[in-house]
């Protein structure tokens, strides 16, 4: 049974960071790619940034250079460590595979505001 639990969200002020966590139940995780994704109030759900099995990085043009995704292959998780935090970044976060399954997990709230 796929399972996502995400993790570290909170408030912060406009360019802070925070480190997300996203401890993931597939069955082989090493070999997935994987990838965190946003919902804002009103808005629908958008890919924020993608991690493969092996290769590059991919980021929404709205969190480059200030967003960085990576993975423990040995713990099974994923991370996202988000600087430099705007307003526009509040959202609730989720992760999932790259091609997004119908396994959402429950997320985790960003706040950005001051």
């Known amino acids: 049974q796929v399972q996502f639990v995400e993790s570290g969200g909170g408030l912060v002020q406009p360019g802070g960071s925070l480190r997300l966590s996203c401890a993931a139940s597939?069955?082989?995780?090493?070999?997935?790619?994987l990838a965190w994704y946003r919902q804002a109030p009103e808005k629908q759900r958008e890919l924020v940034a993608s991690i493969p099995s092996r290769g590059y990085t991919n980021y929404a043009d709205s969190v480059k250079g200030r967003f960085t995704i990576s993975r423990d292959n040995v713990k099974n998780t994923v991370y996202l460590q988000m600087n430099s935090l705007k307003p526009d970044d509040t959202a609730v976060y989720y992760c999932?595979?790259?091609?997004?399954?119908?396994?959402w997990g429950q997320g985790t709230q960003v706040t950005v505001s001051s």
């Open positions: 999932n595979f790259a091609i997004a399954s119908r396994s």
């Open positions: 597939v069955s082989d995780f090493s070999r997935s790619a």
